[in-house]
């Protein structure tokens, strides 16, 4: 079984935008910022934080490697401002062809997070669920469990 993921930044969604907007009514989702704060900076030092976004979906596909989930980036310092990406699509193909699982900002998803050393296969969601796209931005603090909260969107 080959698994693969693909995230669908806004330059390779803006073409497809462009052409759905000439056929139909349907929305494109926006990528969202979240503003991360580093939980383990205080009192400091400050431990890189790998967060990863993980996607409602989870019931489909059972890969032999974990949750499927979207890296969302490192925080070394005390906050970040990292953005969840409008789309992503994942990939598993097996004998009998290929799936594919997409997901949206309009869909929800949780968050986790681990050292960039550890192996990202068997990482879970640690916070509650939210959708992306309901807010301009949203913040949380990590590790932790909470549910992120909507913010104004940040910038790096």
Same mark, same amino acid.
């Given at each position: 079984?080959?698994? *693969?993921?693909?995230?669908?930044? =806004?330059?390779?969604?803006?073409?497809?935008?462009?052409? +759905?907007? &000439? *056929?139909?009514?349907?929305?494109?989702?926006?990528?969202? !910022?979240?503003?991360?704060?580093?939980?383990?900076?205080?009192?400091?030092? &400050?431990?890189?934080?790998?967060?990863?976004?993980?996607?409602?979906?989870?019931?489909?596909?059972? !890969?032999?490697?974990?949750? #499927?989930?979207?890296?969302? %980036?490192?925080?070394?310092?005390?906050?970040?401002?990292?953005? +969840?990406?409008? %789309?992503?699509?994942?990939?598993?193909?097996? /004998?009998? =062809?290929? !799936?594919?699982?997409? #997901?949206?900002?309009?869909?929800?998803?949780?968050?986790? *997070?681990?050292?960039? *050393?550890?192996?990202?296969?068997?990482? !879970?969601?640690?916070? =509650?669920?939210?959708? /992306?796209?309901?807010?301009?931005? #949203?913040? +949380?603090?990590?590790?932790?469990?909470?549910? /992120?909260? /909507?913010?104004?969107? &940040?910038?790096?």
């Amino acid at each position: 079984m080959i698994v *693969s993921r693909r995230l669908l930044r =806004g330059t390779l969604v803006l073409p497809v935008a462009a052409a +759905i907007a &000439c *056929s139909s009514a349907v929305d494109v989702p926006p990528s969202v !910022t979240i503003l991360v704060t580093n939980s383990t900076c205080s009192p400091g030092p &400050c431990t890189s934080l790998r967060v990863l976004a993980f996607p409602d979906d989870q019931h489909q596909p059972h !890969t032999p490697g974990g949750l #499927w989930s979207l890296d969302l %980036g490192i925080v070394s310092t005390a906050s970040a401002c990292l953005t +969840i990406p409008a %789309g992503a699509e994942f990939n598993v193909t097996g /004998p009998n =062809g290929t !799936t594919t699982f997409l #997901w949206s900002t309009a869909n929800g998803l949780a968050l986790g *997070s681990l050292s960039p *050393s550890d192996p990202v296969l068997q990482a !879970t969601p640690s916070t =509650g669920r939210f959708v /992306p796209s309901s807010a301009a931005g #949203w913040s +949380i603090t990590l590790p932790g469990s909470s549910t /992120p909260t /909507p913010s104004g969107a &940040c910038t790096s």
